[in-house]
Structure formats: C-alpha cells, structure tokens
C-alpha cells in the first residue's frame, strides 16, 4: 500500500501504481550521493580497458551491452524481481551462489550490505544484508513500490557505473559517456519488463568473456577499482 | 570417430524415429582400501563401462543412439559411497544432433558424493550441431567432507568443418550443494543465433569450459593453475575450498591445449584415458 501522504498517479500504462514518494525514493536509492558504494567496482570492466579491447565509447559499448542483456545485468534483474514477488532468502542464497568470481561476490555482498544498513535506518523496514538486488527487491516490496521501474532503475545505475568507468579509464568525455547512458536506457526498460515475473528458471550468464575479465581483475597489477 | 554423413544425420531427425531413451544408475563402495561398484542399472541407449586400472573406480558412459536429438531423454545417477573414489567420463564428445522444431532433448544428471569420497566428473566435451535443441540439468549434492572435480566442455559446431550455429539451443544449469547448502550455481541459455550471440559475448569463441574444483586444496591450487591458463581464460577462488575455472577458445581443439593443463593440476590422480586419445 502507498503511503497516507502520497499522491498516487496512474503511469502512463495504467498498470503499476507510482507514486510521487516511489519516484523520489528511487532517484535517492540510486544516486551516486546513497552510500552504496558503486563507484568502486568495475565489473571486470578495468581489465578489458587495461588490455586495451575497450578503449572508446563504440568498444565500451559492446562491453556492456551483453553484460546487461546476457550476464548480471538481466540476471539481477531476475533476482531483484524474485525477492520483490517472493522469498528473499531463497533468491539470496542463488544470487550468492550465482557469483562466478571471488570479486563478484563481493561486489554483490558489499554494496548489498551498504544499501541494507542505510535503508533500514531511514525507512522503517526489517531488511537484513541481502545480496545487493535481493536487498533492492525486498525493500521496494516492503515499501511498496512499483517493481518494474525500480528494476529500471537499478538497471540504469548499474550501466551509468560501467560507463563512469570509462569515463575515468579511457578516458572518456563525459557527454559521450551520458550519450551512451542513454542510449542503454531502452535497454534497461525492456530488461525489466522482460524479467518482471522474476522467475529463476529463466537466469543465464553467457557474457562469458566479461566473466573473465572480472577473473583476470584479481591479478591486474596496477587496480583503480575494487572490481 | 569420425562426423556422420549427412544422410544419417537426416535419418536421425525424421518424426517417425523413435526417440532413445537412456538411464544409467552406478553406486560405489569401499571394499578392502579399494572402490568397487555397490550398484548398477542401466538402460536403453546408456551404458555404463568399467575399464580396469587406475584410480579407484572408473566409469565410462557410452551413449548407444550415437547422440542427442529432440525428444530424447538421458538421465544418469551417480553416487561415491563413503570413502570410495569414483570418476565418469564419456567413450566419445557427445553430439546434439539437429532436432525437430519444437522437440527438446533432455539430459538430467545427479551426483551423491559421501563422506570422505571423491568423485570426478570428466565428461568429454558436448558438440552442438546446427538446429540441435537440449536441456540439460545437473545437480550435485556434497558431504561436508567430500572432494568434487567437475568439467563441462561444449563447442558450438565442427568447427573445423566450417560450420557455425545460427539455430541452436542449448539450455544448461548445474547447482551444488554442500551439506545441502548451495554453494554453486551457474546457467546458460544460448539460443537462436549462436554465433552471433557469441561474436558478441565472448569474443567469437567457438567452444567453452566450466571446471569446479571443491577440495580443501583448492586455494593451495589457485596460482599454479592461474600460471597455466591463457589471455581468454580464468580462475578464482569463490571460497577456500571452492575453485572456479572459466576458458573460452576458438574451437574445441584450442580449448583442450588450455584444459587439458589445468585439469592434469587439478585432478588428485591420473585423468582418464579417454581424454588422451
């Protein structure tokens, strides 16, 4: 249910609820400014840059297309959806156990716990240390909001701090850098449509060569990112 | 071994072929320091054979119908009894073969590893044919103080024949548990264009690895399996005892040349023989 105060509008498809609180306390949960950290990990994302196979906005591009369609991206997506429908400790232990890498893990682990120690403390919400999309799953079930464009949300953060990093690494301008987030942006819409039911038969990781690269992370010699 | 005509490729994808059927169930034993088998069943197109020497008990499954296509099913159980050393692998890579639309091939797959056991899963690699359609699905489930080695190889067309996927499905999860906790989870669905998907996922590889090791050496393993891998492949520890091995190669001969290292590093024992042909 919506907040006494909220204002509910209908979305422009008529079919999730939105209301004026659930666009503000998304745009709060996924600015940089939310203590979550995310500014610290690449994804593996150093590593193909320091080997040189992304080194601008079209080879960065083709890095982190198939990571949100065919790897974390969508299959975040499937279990933030998962713990927003259903049981979180069940999507949790497959979230963990779906980390391919020792970095993944703690990519997922440390901004999960960072996003669930803040969370609880502002709202009123019984929020354990989740991996981090079953804790966005499980919070914006708890306070009701709308699954698809907080799915689209998360899916935008994500590629904005891929993208951040090749802003700095590359480097890149930072209009073609946001040029780029936005062009992600249909991306991260049709993903969280596509993965709404949140059913875990469905995941897949086949961004295998990305998977590497967050494998190969753990011995670069010269690490700007935790990741 | 060589590839079938394509003759016989198109006797096989007929409706009217009855589609194999296969089920395997093999258990081992400790009897006197060695591992012997406890129980066996098989049936169909599976069979299950035991070449003697080496390392406790070897098993080698041979698939009678020659391969995958749609509408079969395959179902394989294994268990290492307390103490026993048990190792699978397959007489030949096994082939998917095209399917009809519509018709999935089914390969279901589980492994009981006791106390104090260790079994290998060392299966040779898994060639999807052009308009091949499978579902596979293994399950593992661990004694707290079991050792588990596990590979999968697949390659995506011969390769060598210039063949690439651009109607293929291939559907795989595997789930471990320890102590009924699951500790590893991993799918992958390629469909359609694989090539393409491919191309932009992987650098155009045409043939992939996975290796778990799950030992209390696993970390111990970790830098001296690293040194032997290449610029498209990696490894990391997901815990102490939990090693995970990813390689990408352009087709199935490149990946032997890299997995055929790690796996001889990280096996406790002589590979089978299978894989020296």
Redesign the interface.
């Known amino acids: 249910m919506a907040a006494p105060t909220a204002t509910t509008i209908p979305t422009s498809t008529g079919r999730s609820p939105m209301t004026t609180d659930a666009t503000l306390t998304l745009a709060q949960w996924f600015s940089p400014a939310y203590p979550v950290g995310a500014f610290a990990y690449s994804h593996g994302l150093e590593t193909a840059i320091e ?1 040189g196979l992304v080194h601008d906005a079209e080879s960065l591009r ?1 890095w982190i ?2 990571v949100l369609t ?2 974390s991206g969508r299959n975040d997506a499937l279990f933030l959806a998962a713990a927003f429908h259903g049981d979180p400790a069940q999507a949790d ?2 979230c963990r ?7 993944r ?1 703690m990519e997922t682990t440390q901004q999960g716990a960072a996003f669930a120690a803040t969370t609880r403390a502002i709202w009123p919400i019984d929020l354990p240390d989740y991996a981090y999309p079953v804790a966005v799953g499980r919070a914006a079930h708890l306070l009701d909001l709308p699954l698809e464009l907080t799915t689209q949300y998360y899916l935008q953060a994500f590629a904005s701090t891929l993208v951040s990093v090749g802003i700095r690494l590359i480097p890149l301008g930072q209009t073609q850098g946001h040029a780029l987030i936005h062009a992600l942006s249909p991306l991260c819409k049709t993903i969280a449509t596509d993965t709404a039911q949140g059913d875990l038969d ?15 992370h ?2 670069l010699y010269s690490r700007t990112f935790r990741t | 071994m060589g590839d079938e005509p394509i003759t016989e490729l198109h006797t096989i994808t007929t409706p009217s072929q009855p589609r194999a059927r296969g089920e395997a169930q093999v258990t081992a034993k400790a009897r006197d320091g060695a591992s012997v088998i406890a129980s066996l069943r098989q049936a169909g197109s599976s069979k299950l054979v035991f070449p003697r020497g080496g390392a406790g008990l070897q098993a080698v499954l041979v698939n009678t119908a020659g391969g995958i296509t749609g509408g079969d099913r395959f179902a394989l159980s294994a268990t290492a009894g307390p103490d026993t050393q048990l190792t699978l692998t397959t007489q030949a890579a096994e082939r998917a073969y095209g399917a009809q639309p519509g018709e999935t091939g089914r390969v279901t797959n589980r492994l009981r590893v006791s106390e104090g056991a260790q079994l290998n899963w060392l299966p040779q690699e898994t060639i999807l044919f052009e308009n091949s359609c499978v579902r596979r699905d293994m399950k593992v489930d661990l004694h707290e103080t079991a050792r588990f080695m596990f590979v999968e190889s697949l390659v995506l067309g011969r390769v060598a024949m210039g063949e690439t996927l651009h109607n293929a499905a291939f559907h795989d999860r595997v789930e471990i548990r320890r102590a009924g906790a699951l500790i590893f989870a991993d799918a992958m669905a390629l469909s359609g264009d694989v090539s393409a998907q491919m191309a932009q996922a992987a650098g155009g590889a045409g043939a992939l690895a996975s290796v778990i090791l799950a030992a209390p050496n696993a970390e111990a393993l970790l830098t001296p399996v690293r040194a032997v891998l290449n610029s498209t492949s990696g490894a990391s520890l997901l815990a102490p005892d939990l090693l995970h091995l990813r390689l990408l190669a352009p087709d199935g001969f490149g990946l032997r040349q890299t997995l055929l290292p790690a796996l001889r590093l990280l096996s406790h024992g002589p590979l089978p023989r299978t894989w020296m042909i």
Not at chain 1, 97 to 103: G, I, K, L, M, V
Not at chain 1, 202 to 216: E, N, V
């Open positions: 080997g083709a297309t198939p065919h790897g232990d497959l156990a779906f980390a391919s890498s020792a970095e893990v469905a995941l897949s990781g086949t961004a295998f060569l990305a998977d590497i690269h967050a494998m190969q753990e011995t």
